[in-house]
Nanobody
Framework: QVQLVESGGGLVQAGGSLRLSCAAS????????MGWYRQAPGKQRELVAV???????NYADSVKGRFTIVRDNAKNTVYLQMNSLKPEDTGVYYC??????????WGQGTQVTVSS
């Protein structure tokens, strides 16, 4: 089992920045990819960014050039640096960890609100 604890959400004005953190514990040796998803009110959960064990990354088109995902394997922590935030970035952000077996784990979610 893997447990994920997120932190760093909050309220920010458009154009501002936030950094989200997600610390993994438990059977972290099973994790091969970690990422962030978000869910806006009335919408489906969507991928924001993902990073593999080799630090290869993938981003949603809507956040490319503004968000950066970084992984610290020594600390079993993944970060999401969010710059130039827009009101449409508002939502609950969930940390995700995936095993090679495709078993997935989720954090409890952290609210990000961007005011215009």
């Amino acid at each position: 089992q893997v447990q994920l604890v997120e932190s760093g959400g909050g309220l920010v004005q458009a154009g501002g920045s936030l950094r989200l953190s997600c610390a993994a514990s438990g059977s972290t040796f099973r994790i091969h990819a970690m990422g962030w998803y978000r869910q806006a009110p009335g919408k489906q959960r969507e991928l924001v960014a993902v990073i593999g064990n080799g630090h290869n990354t993938n981003y949603a088109d809507s956040v490319k050039g503004r968000f950066t995902i970084v992984r610290d394997n020594a600390k079993n922590t993944v970060y999401l640096q969010m710059n130039s935030l827009k009101p449409e970035d508002t939502g609950v952000y969930y940390c995700n960890a995936e095993e090679v077996s495709r078993v997935r784990y989720w954090g409890q979610g952290t609210q990000v609100t961007v005011s215009s």
